[in-house]
T-cell receptor, first 117, second 114 residues
Framework: AQKITQTQPGMFVQEKEAVTLDCTYDTSDQSYGLFWYKQPSSGEMIFLIYQGSYDEQNATEGRYSLNFQKARKSANLVISASQLGDSAMYFC??????????????FGSGTRLQVQP | EAQVTQNPRYLITVTGKKLTVTCSQNMNHEYMSWYRQDPGLGLRQIYY???????DKGDVPEGYKVSRKEKRNFPLILESPSPNQTSLYFC?????????????FGPGTRLTVL
């Protein structure tokens, strides 16, 4: 089974509008971290936001917020007031705790967001 | 500036010619890792290191070697590159191997093996 599922291969949003990128995850660990990364066309991987499994509040970082619903195992990224520079590929990723000794990030397949003027 | 650096950023080489991709971080991170990114396959971990002299295989280690002689450096070695190792490679580091620690990525190395 996929550990991280991003069901939206591509999304369009108008400039200045908000957009939600979906992410569901699967783990049997109690302790895990959820991350969102942005990959622009230039290729680098930019960290955006983190949510811990024990965090009761949803994480926020500037225009980015994470809608964390633990019971539903979802961790959706919300970008408010979209800008043209937000056009990029967005990856949801998970870092598990106890059972995965490698401590690797497991990535979803990504969502390509295009912001239209 | 806190960062992960990789060199070279772009490399075109031929089958069988040994190469090394360097990775360095200035954040005193214990954990370092190499990933490769391929269309349709996403990002997959190649090797990782929990600390100096402690390395282990990830999901796709075949054809690669690593070493961690110093805390800041984690080079990726391709002893005999083949065309199926053409990929975008990322080095990443985090403070520790804990699930709460963010992995910060280098700018990537685009490798083409002819």
């Amino acid at each position: 089974a996929q550990k991280i599922t991003q069901t939206q291969p591509g999304m369009f949003v108008q400039e200045k509008e908000a957009v939600t990128l979906d992410c569901t995850y699967d783990t049997s660990d109690q302790s895990y971290g959820l991350f969102w990364y942005k990959q622009p066309s230039s290729g680098e991987m930019i960290f955006l936001i983190y949510q811990g499994s024990y965090d009761e509040q949803n994480a926020t970082e500037g225009r980015y917020s994470l809608n964390f619903q633990k019971a539903r195992k979802s961790a959706n990224l919300v970008i408010s007031a979209s800008q043209l520079g937000d056009s990029a590929m967005y990856f949801c990723a998970m870092r598990e705790g106890v059972y995965t000794g490698r401590r690797a990030l497991t990535f979803g397949s990504g969502t390509r967001l295009q912001v239209q003027p | 500036e806190a960062q992960v650096t990789q060199n070279p950023r772009y490399l075109i080489t031929v089958t069988g010619k040994k190469l090394t991709v360097t990775c360095s971080q200035n954040m005193n991170h214990e954990y370092m890792s190499w990933y490769r990114q391929d269309p349709g396959l996403g990002l997959r971990q190649i090797y990782y290191s929990m600390n100096v002299e402690v390395t282990d295989k990830g999901d796709v280690p075949e054809g690669y070697k690593v070493s961690r002689k110093e805390k800041r450096n984690f080079p990726l070695i391709l002893e005999s590159p083949s065309p199926n190792q053409t990929s975008l490679y990322f080095c990443a580091s985090s403070l520790t191997s804990g699930s709460a620690d963010t992995q910060y990525f280098g700018p990537g190395t685009r490798l083409t093996v002819l």
